[in-house]
């Protein structure tokens, strides 16, 4: 047969278990709040609380900091968490930064 229903059908593209975390974190962020200098309290989640609560999986949890702190620094934004994701939570910003920052490291 000449017509491939494969061949048509939009390519999607699989998220890495890391991935996913960071994109649940932030969900998790807006939807139940963001805090910091704590992982977690009645306000909501800091990033680091976020990306823990996210999986049952230590690994992506870890690889999930790991390739966020890694996205910091390649944009420049590396020296202002110091040598963690904690630490980066916990300068000025808003929510909204956060969890956009943590999307796009996600890419």
């Given amino acids: 047969m000449l017509y491939d229903k ?4 939009p390519k999607v593209k699989k998220l890495a ?8 974190a932030a969900d998790l962020i807006d939807e139940k709040g963001w805090t910091k200098h704590t992982n977690h309290n009645e306000y909501g989640y800091c990033a ?6 996210s999986t049952w999986n230590p690994y992506y949890a870890i690889r999930a900091m ?7 620094q390649q ?3 590396g020296w202002l968490g110091g040598a963690s994701v904690s630490s980066w939570n916990d300068h000025e910003f808003s929510r909204s930064y956060v969890t956009l920052t943590m999307r796009k490291a996600a890419e």
Wanted: charge should be positive; charged fraction near 30%; proline fraction near 0%.
């Fill in 75 to 77: 944009h420049g934004l």
């Fill in 6 to 9: 494969k061949r048509w059908e």
């Fill in 17 to 24: 278990g890391w991935q996913q975390v960071l994109l649940k």
């Fill in 48 to 53: 680091r609380g976020a990306i823990i609560e």
């Fill in 66 to 72: 790991f390739k966020l702190r890694a996205y910091l």
